[in-house]
């Protein structure tokens, strides 16, 4: 079972502009993480923020945490034709100390 | 590249056939987990191994199976194959100072 929903499902914008994903969850995390996958190839890992977290910046990419909403966003700034992916959050459950995956984000960019 | 590699790349078996899919871990890592992602979905934890011994499993049948090996590295067998199987299966390593999991660029298996 998916222990995430990303929202939206899909998001097409033009370079130059931000993009912005959200995450819930459902149980209590150790942490939560930002995948990206390209054309069903292999994830990478894009930033790793810990439930006593709040925000984190890695480039362009800023997350957010709310554990009471148990929520988290995900923001790419000034994006690029080569941000196009899919992007997935991953949680790390209290409750089972593995990745669960949500159903992820298509985002696509236009030149 | 994050120095896991899987292979094959594809592979194509009909129905009731077994597969045996193999990882090579990152060096330094001791953990390797396995993944099945069916198109258009996120991917589903299938079972862990962390220093050649199952570390949690998520919901999959018995059919599916591991080893992980004294190098780290590690198979996944999947028995009596059912178009269901039809998936990307990818394995990621982490080690024992880390959370990130690190994602080979997986196996595309068909079943017919």
């Known amino acids: 079972s998916q222990q995430g929903e990303e929202d939206p499902q899909a998001l097409s914008i033009q370079e130059g502009e931000n993009a912005t994903m959200n995450c819930s969850y459902k149980?209590?995390?150790?942490?939560l993480q930002w995948y990206r996958q390209n054309s069903g190839r292999g994830l990478v890992h894009l930033i790793l923020?810990?439930?006593?977290?709040r925000e984190k910046h890695s480039g362009r990419l800023r997350v957010t945490l709310d554990t009471s909403k148990k929520s988290s966003s995900l923001l790419i700034t000034a994006s690029r034709a080569a941000d196009t992916a899919s992007y997935f959050c991953?949680?790390?459950?209290?409750?089972?100390?593995?990745?669960?995956f949500g159903t992820g984000t298509r985002l696509q960019v236009f030149p | 590249e994050t120095g896991v590699t899987q292979s094959p790349t594809h592979l194509i078996k009909t129905r009731g056939q077994q597969v045996t899919l193999r990882c090579s871990s990152q060096?330094?890592?001791?953990?390797v987990s396995w993944y099945q992602q069916a198109l258009g979905q996120g991917p589903q934890f299938i079972f862990q191994?962390?220093?050649?011994?199952?570390?949690g499993r998520g919901n999959f049948p018995p059919r599916f199976s591991g080893l992980q090996f004294p190098n780290y590295s590690s198979e996944l067998n999947v028995n009596a194959l059912e178009l269901d199987d039809s998936a990307l299966y990818l394995c990621?390593?982490?080690?024992?100072?880390?959370?990130?999991?690190?994602f080979g660029p997986g196996t595309r298996l068909t079943v017919l």
């Open positions: 991953a949680t790390d459950a209290v409750v089972t100390d593995k990745l669960i």
């Open positions: 990621a390593s982490s080690g024992s100072d880390t959370d990130t999991q690190y």
């Open positions: 149980t209590s995390i150790n942490n």
């Open positions: 923020i810990r439930s006593n977290e």
């Open positions: 191994y962390y220093r050649e011994e199952e570390n």
């Open positions: 060096s330094g890592h001791n953990t």
